[in-house]
């Protein structure tokens, strides 16, 4: 449960060395209380997810989009929860039984969330909320509550609370995908990816501590590009930026960024580079070079092993062999790092303004 105590940077740090320990307890977790078929009714007959949210839950929604669509077989499609409300999820399947909508909030309590949920559950379509808040109004607007309980936690811009919703939709994923594969060897691969998260945290805390003074040397607009998952990893991240320290930062797609952003100045300000492995890394490695030439300064989010990033400025390093449904679950760690060590560098508390 969240105690009403004032934001701290302290906090933000705290939560990102808590990743991998609370990794471990909402998988378990998880795999216990949906182990015996609850989203089985919610499943049946569906050709369609639409992954609903707003702020965190809305980039959760987008960096798991590949896992519901790889495990799954279905089409999935993110929206933000307005969107929904004012456009519904149109297309072939859009309305009635055979979609699923799933709406996500970390606190339970987003009203655009529970009314997503009620609007949907009139049109005839099965709903799962997706919260760490067991008894809130998201679930009790659902035909299914996931819930992903966090540890104890003072008042912060969202970490373990991303985490555990994120997991959670990984978790809906695997089971919805269970007439595809077998579902218990990928739930323990995904309780093992806590081992690559605690070697993510540890490696990150310096590298970003080291960006935060260089950045704060020199303030301006930051950019987080990605693709596929990681632009969901790029919105959280920059949305971490803007919270801890309201240092302007967006998110945009690698190959978007190169045909209008690049043209932006300052000329000075890092580009982040999310360049795991997977369908997008040549890509990503191509901007990190062609970023470089154009005298960007690069920084690499990247596994620590990756001689492919050697010309960036900066890299900032990422561990475990993940595949890449699972990557997102590492590549957003230094983000609450870099904002608090940004934020400290720069004097500033988070959510304030000032």
Not at 97 to 108: E, H, K, P
Not at 117 to 135: F, K, M, N, Q, W
Not at 236 to 250: G, H, Q, S
Request: hydrophobic share 45%; charged share 20%.
């Amino acid at each position: 449960m969240t105690t009403r105590q004032a934001y701290t940077t302290e906090e933000m740090r705290r939560q990102a060395r808590s990743l991998a320990a609370e990794l471990t307890q909402v998988v378990d977790h998880l795999a216990r209380t949906t182990a015996d078929g609850p989203l089985d009714g919610a499943a049946r007959g569906i050709r369609r997810v639409v992954l609903t949210g707003n702020g965190d839950s809305y980039h959760a929604a987008r960096a798991a989009e590949l896992a519901f669509e790889s495990f799954s077989g279905l089409t999935c499609e993110p929206l933000n929860a307005q969107r929904f409300l004012d456009y519904g999820a149109v297309g072939p399947g859009g309305d009635g039984r055979d979609t699923l909508v799933v709406g996500i909030s970390a606190s339970g309590g987003s009203r655009a969330v529970t009314r997503v949920l009620e609007e949907a559950a009139h049109r005839g379509s099965p709903t799962v909320a997706v919260t760490v808040s067991e008894g809130s109004p998201v679930t009790r607007a659902a035909d299914v509550g996931v819930i992903a309980p966090t540890g104890p936690r003072q008042a912060s811009p969202g970490i373990l609370t991303y985490q555990a919703c994120l997991t959670a939709l990984l978790v809906v994923a695997v089971r919805l995908g269970a007439a595809r594969q077998p579902v218990q060897p990928l739930l323990d691969e995904l309780r093992a990816a806590a081992d690559a998260v605690a070697a993510t945290a540890e490696a990150l805390e310096g590298p970003c501590l080291e960006l935060a003074q260089e950045v704060a040397a020199d303030p301006g607009p930051l950019v987080m590009t990605g693709t596929g998952p990681q632009a969901g990893t790029a919105k959280y991240a920059a949305a971490k930026v803007v919270e801890a320290c309201a240092l302007p930062a967006f998110a945009q797609d690698l190959e978007e960024w190169w045909h209008v952003e690049r043209f932006a100045f300052p000329g000075t300000s890092p580009l982040l580079v999310l360049a795991p492995p997977g369908r997008s890394h040549s890509r990503a490695v191509d901007l990190v070079v062609r970023g470089t030439e154009i005298g960007r300064r690069v920084v690499a989010v990247a596994r620590h092993d990756d001689s492919a990033v050697g010309v960036a400025h900066r890299v900032l390093p990422t561990h475990g062999g993940l595949r890449e449904e699972w990557s997102p679950l590492v590549d957003h760690i230094f983000a609450g790092l870099f904002g608090a060590a940004l934020a400290d560098a720069l004097g500033r508390v988070p959510f304030s303004g000032r």
